[in-house]
């Protein structure tokens, strides 16, 4: 019922920029936490950075510093912001998000599909 749907990811040479997009739909009250995490091949997924409902953000090794989260809450969509890119940042960007359906049901979590982002020597 509750859908997540990243876009932006690509190809892209080493010290570019992509801008990530994740847009939720479907039945939603409210998003409490939304934000991206990554995987790649053989490796555990691993935090990128989340946003919290109060504006507060949490960056994980891998996204601090040269990411930047952000939200419209207007349009349910999380964005992240990556510049700098190294090819270590390629990886399958997914988004997640705690979204509270319907205003007396508990927060459930919810992950999108992924995007490519592939980063070239």
Known sequence: QVQLVE???????????????????????????MGWYRQAPGQQR???????SSGSTNYGDSGQ??????????????YLQMNSLKPEDTAVYYCYA???PRVLSRGNDYWGQGTQVTVSS
Request: net charge positive.
């Open 46 to 52: 691993e935090l990128v950075a989340l946003m919290y």
């Open 65 to 78: 510093g040269r990411f930047t989260v952000s939200r419209d809450n207007a349009k349910n969509t999380v």
């Open 98 to 100: 705690l979204i509270r």
């Open 7 to 33: 876009s932006g990811g690509g190809l892209v040479q080493a010290g570019g920029s992509l801008r990530l997009a994740c847009a939720a739909s479907g039945s939603i009250f409210s998003i409490n936490i």
